[in-house]
């Protein structure tokens, strides 16, 4: 068997070592020019990260406040009144302020046309209320603009909160042109919103992927970079989500059963001004027949096709669609005539009548509606009891019909009550 003779590993290592000595500098050059472009990417994308971070901070912050401003302006009836002046319903700034829980908002300021700060809501963020002529510049430029100013504030015991215990570490001031539905603007609004928790969610994000990005190329940094930053866009899309949960049922995406309340006492909060509104409540007939026979999969598959004739009926900027109960929907319309009124329950029986099918299966559905349109001095509560009459009426009637409002029903179910009592 053949040996390999010491003098063998001891001049391959001199050969190594003159080598080494040969290229040393050079290997040097490699290996600092390897660290330092290591360091160069990672300074870069702990700057893109950061960047990032902040920039879908905005974004989600500007969301919130848009969505909480937009549901502040449709269902408040004195949203106006205390933008432009600062008076308004005690009762719409309380229920304001409960709501701020629902999307993490702090507290909120209103702002005239010209800048001047008209209100502010009762908050974490203490500061002096500096009511007057002083025009703030934020709130202008968002007014004049038309688009939010958004600003990220990161408490460390500034001046501007006096280390106020209560602040969160990372809070969002936004402000937001005040739009009406009709495209008027008629002030601002400023949101302070806590977005503690969402930048905790983006760094327990980046920490997950921050072994990646140590430990690759330049290129491969490329990969983890684009995890974190669909990571972000889905805390983005799972936080709108918990957003919407809160104003659509899940089903249908009509509003839910409490949006739909808000919106018809908004309608009502001055009852001398209360004609004009008409309210359809309409009900799916054998809906239980349906779901008995065909399984609730085709129930559910019924009512999302019942929702999508409504909201293809309504007129779209004054009309809601909700769902008020299992088989219910009410659609609210703002100041409607009788005439339009009955063309739009026309529309809804007429799109009633396509087909919805499941599995092989078609059903046409049978709607039975109840129809009322608001006279001066009614009350939201009163309206709804009359439109609910009606329906029960067309029930009763046979189904599969619209039955308007009239003082005969009032009469007739009191009739119907007594024999039932006699």
Avoid at 378 to 398: I, M, S, W
């Amino acid at each position: 068997m053949a040996t390999i003779s010491p003098g063998y590993d001891w001049e391959t290592l001199m050969n190594v070592t003159r080598l080494y000595e040969q290229h040393r500098y050079t290997l040097l050059a490699a290996a600092t020019g390897t660290l330092a472009l290591i360091g160069i990417v990672w300074i870069a994308l702990d700057t893109l990260i950061d960047w990032q971070v902040q920039e879908a901070i905005k974004r989600n912050a500007e969301e919130r406040a848009l969505a909480w401003s937009h549901n502040f302006l449709e269902t408040t009836p004195s949203a106006i009144e205390l933008i432009q002046t600062g008076k308004g319903n005690m009762d719409d700034i309380n229920r304001l302020e409960d709501s701020f829980a629902l999307v993490n908002i702090i507290r909120f300021q209103l702002f005239d046309a010209e800048g001047r700060q008209t209100f502010l809501s009762n908050g974490s963020l203490d500061r002096d209320s500096n009511y007057g002529d002083a025009p703030n510049e934020n709130a202008v430029r968002a007014f004049e603009t038309g688009q939010p100013v958004i600003e990220v504030h990161h408490d460390d015991n500034d001046e501007r909160t006096d280390g106020d215990p209560r602040v969160p570490e990372t809070y969002i001031e936004a402000y937001v042109p005040a739009i009406t539905s009709s495209g008027e603007k008629v002030g601002t609004i400023e949101l302070y919103v806590d977005a503690s928790a969402f930048e905790e969610a983006l760094e327990e994000t980046f920490q997950e992927v921050s072994i990646y990005l140590v430990a690759g190329t330049v290129l491969v940094l490329l990969f983890p970079i684009g995890a974190f930053v669909r990571r972000t866009q889905q805390l983005m899309q799972n936080d709108k989500r918990m957003l919407e949960l809160t104003r659509y049922d899940q089903l249908t995406g009509v509003f839910n059963r409490n949006s739909t309340t808000q919106h018809l006492k908004a309608l009502f909060i001055d009852p001398d001004r209360a004609a004009g509104t008409g309210i359809l409540f309409v009900d799916v007939d054998y809906f239980k027949q349906v779901n008995d026979k065909y399984g609730h999969a085709c129930g559910d598959i019924l009512l999302k096709h019942i929702a999508d004739v409504l909201k293809s009926s309504i007129r779209l900027k004054d009309d809601v669609v909700g769902r008020y109960g299992g088989d219910e929907f009410v659609i609210l319309c703002r100041n409607i005539t009788k005439e339009d009124f009955r063309g739009l329950w026309q529309r809804v029986m007429e799109g009633a009548k396509t087909p919805c099918t499941h599995e092989g299966n078609s059903y046409t559905p049978s709607l039975s509606v109840g129809a009322y349109l608001s006279r001066d001095g009614d009350t939201e509560d009163l309206a709804l009891h009359r439109a609910d009459l009606a329906v029960y009426a067309a029930k009763r009637g046979g189904r599969n019909q619209v039955v308007e409002y009239s003082e005969d029903l009032e009469g007739l179910f009191k009739d119907e009550a007594a024999q039932k009592s006699a």
